[in-house]
């Protein structure tokens, strides 16, 4: 369902655990050539796409893999071509009905909510917690991500899913996802990369450490213990 014009997300037969690396604790979000990771921003349509490629498993990238680039806004050269070649191949992401992607374009809250959702395999259909999404087209996607912990509201009972999900909250929902989302400050390691704009004091700190540093780890009590560092 592309609803709502042009959404990321198209399910296809790849979900769940097969596409996702689940098990590998991987960097799969990169700073900026200033050394920021701009937490506060908003996040692209082909930022969501290079997330989510460089989190395949490798059987299904290898199956999928191409640089074969449907899209006419899309140019082959472009450092995100080949992510959104190959997960619109794999039937992950899909573009608009006048053949463009709109790369450049922030993403929604629904529009990442849809994706969360599409990996999902349990077919769990949650309830509408939230007054400001019957009738959306994206309503069915978000209400299974809140009922699988993925994504939450506001305190005013809204999900404002025409916002703009921040890098932040891309990242806080990624790791959800993915299981990696157990972790305190003594999780960590010295010599880990920071950021400088990403304080301690930050309620996405966690987060965006959890994302940006591949590591080793063991989960004991309910808590990630990161073991290693490593360089994937």
């Keep these: ?31 900026y050539e200033d050394g920021t990771v701009r937490p506060q921003n908003n996040i692209t349509r082909a930022e969501v796409a290079m997330i989510f490629y460089r989190l395949l498993n490798g059987d299904v990238r290898t199956r999928y893999e191409t640089n074969d680039v449907t899209y006419v806004d899309v140019q082959s050269g472009a450092w995100y071509a080949t992510a959104v070649a190959t ?5 992950i992401l899909s ?29 769990t259909t949650g309830s ?28 005013d009972g809204t999900f404002r899913p025409d916002a703009a999900i921040t890098r932040a909250e891309a990242m806080t929902l990624t790791n959800s996802v993915l299981h990696r989302d157990a972790l305190t400050m003594d999780s960590l ?41 490593s360089g994937r």
């Design 95 to 123: 573009g608009y009905e006048d053949g463009t992607f709109h790369p450049d374009s922030i993403i929604t809250r629904a529009e990442f909510a849809t994706i969360a959702a599409k990996f999902d395999t349990t077919n």
């Design 189 to 229: 390691l010295d010599g880990m990369v920071e950021w400088p704009d990403n304080p301690e004091s930050a309620w996405y700190y966690l987060a965006v450490q959890e994302a940006t540093n591949s590591h080793d780890c063991i989960v004991e009590n309910g808590t990630e213990k990161w073991t290693a560092l």
């Design 128 to 155: 509408n917690n939230f007054k400001d999404i019957t009738g959306h087209w994206a309503a069915q996607y978000i209400m299974r991500a809140n009922s699988l912990g993925w994504v939450s509201g506001y305190p």
């Design 87 to 91: 997960l619109s191949n794999a039937g």
């Design 1 to 31: 369902s592309t609803g709502g014009g042009g959404s990321i997300g198209g399910g296809g037969s790849t979900g769940g655990g097969e596409t996702m690396l689940t098990d590998d604790h991987i960097a799969y979000i990169s700073g």
